[in-house]
């Protein structure tokens, strides 16, 4: 079993909607969650930073961490074609194994 | 700073054949992670370094990768032989502080194995 388990996709939704996209752990330790997006042909980039459990809102992103669930939600408001890219959930354990381990990664298409 | 850079973007070899993968980490930065991607295992870390000390190396595949990084500004990553199995895209990233700071990544190098 993988670390982090993210569903790979496609998905495939029209502009203006609201996007889900999650992932789930299996490691108790992870304590910095992170979402990275990756446009095609291109390295991942950092979209949304948490530490510990909580939500953090950026703009039309929101982030959610669940530590007692093991699960992490990125949810994307009014979403735009700009917004079409793969995104990888990514954690750390934040101590000196400080390894970031990535979700497979979902492709999000928005239909304009 | 130009961010982290990689060579070559794109690599087309024959199975058998010695590939080596060069990246410059950010100046500053003390992490640097190599990691390859491919549509059916996603983002995998190979190996990552703690300034210029090999931490973890329990995602290499085989003892046909090795890397290395002799200095702060350069790093490398080797595979010999190289097998059609090998074909995906390395990345190559690096951050001040380890997995609790962002990660910067290169564009990557697009191996192929023919």
């Known amino acids: 079993q993988k670390e982090v388990e993210q569903d790979p996709g496609p998905l495939s939704v029209p502009e203006g909607a609201i996007v889900s996209l999650n992932c789930t752990y299996s490691n108790s330790a992870f304590q910095y969650f992170m979402w990275y997006r990756q446009y095609s042909r291109k390295g991942p980039e950092l979209l949304m930073y948490?530490?510990?459990?909580g939500n953090k809102e950026d703009g039309r992103f929101t982030a959610q961490v669940d530590k007692s669930s093991k699960y992490i939600s990125l949810f994307i408001r009014d979403s735009q074609p700009s917004d079409s890219a793969t995104y990888l959930c990514a954690m750390s354990a934040g101590s000196s194994a400080s390894k970031i381990i990535f979700g497979s990664g979902t492709r999000l298409s928005i239909r304009p | 700073d130009a961010g982290v850079i990689q060579s070559p973007r794109h690599e087309v070899t024959e199975m058998g054949q010695e590939v080596t993968l060069r990246c410059k980490p950010i100046s500053g930065h003390d992490y640097l992670f190599w990691y390859r991607q491919t549509m059916m295992r996603g983002l995998e870390l190979l190996i990552y370094f703690n300034n210029n000390v090999p931490i973890d190396d329990s995602g290499m595949p085989e003892d046909r990768f090795s890397a290395k990084m002799p200095n702060a500004s350069f790093s490398t990553l080797k595979i010999q032989p190289s097998e059609p199995r090998d074909s995906a895209v390395y990345f190559c990233a690096s951050s001040w502080g380890g997995g609790r700071t962002e990660a910067f990544f290169g564009q990557g190098t697009r191996l192929t194995v023919v």
């Open positions: 948490t530490y510990s459990s």
